[in-house]
Nanobody, 125 residues
Framework: QVQLVESGGGLVQAGGSLRLSCAAS????????MGWYRQAPGKQRELVAD???????NYADSVKGRFTISRDNAKNTVYLQMNSLKPEDTAVYYC???????????????????WGQGTQVSVSS
């Protein structure tokens, strides 16, 4: 079993900062991409940022220059540093990871996508 546990959400005023963390645990051989998604009320879940196991990052246009994603491979943890927060950043933020949990008899990786439980980020104007 694999679990993703998030922390760091909360209420902050516009212009403030928050740092989200997500730690993966369980039967993990390795982790490919890790990322953060968010879902605001009445809207679809959208990608905020992700990072590959090699360190390449990708950001939604709406957060470029304000958010920074990073990961600690030794701790199986991904972080999202959010600066200059805006009310439109208010959403439930979900951690996502593609994790190798085993190998087939032919030697290919068994990869599954896992989600955290979500953490609320609220930005007041």
């Amino acid at each position: 079993q694999v679990q993703l546990v998030e922390s760091g959400g909360g209420l902050v005023q516009a212009g403030g900062s928050l740092r989200l963390s997500c730690a993966a645990s369980g039967s993990i051989l390795s982790i490919n991409a890790m990322g953060w998604y968010r879902q605001a009320p009445g809207k679809q879940r959208e990608l905020v940022a992700d990072v590959t196991d090699g360190g390449s990052t990708n950001y939604a246009d709406s957060v470029k220059g304000r958010f920074t994603i990073s990961r600690d491979n030794a701790k199986n943890t991904v972080y999202l540093q959010m600066n200059s927060l805006k009310p439109e950043d208010t959403a439930v933020y979900y951690c996502n990871a593609r994790i190798v949990t085993g190998r087939t008899v032919w030697g290919t990786n068994i990869v599954n996508t896992y989600w955290g439980q979500g953490t609320q980020v609220s930005v007041s104007s």
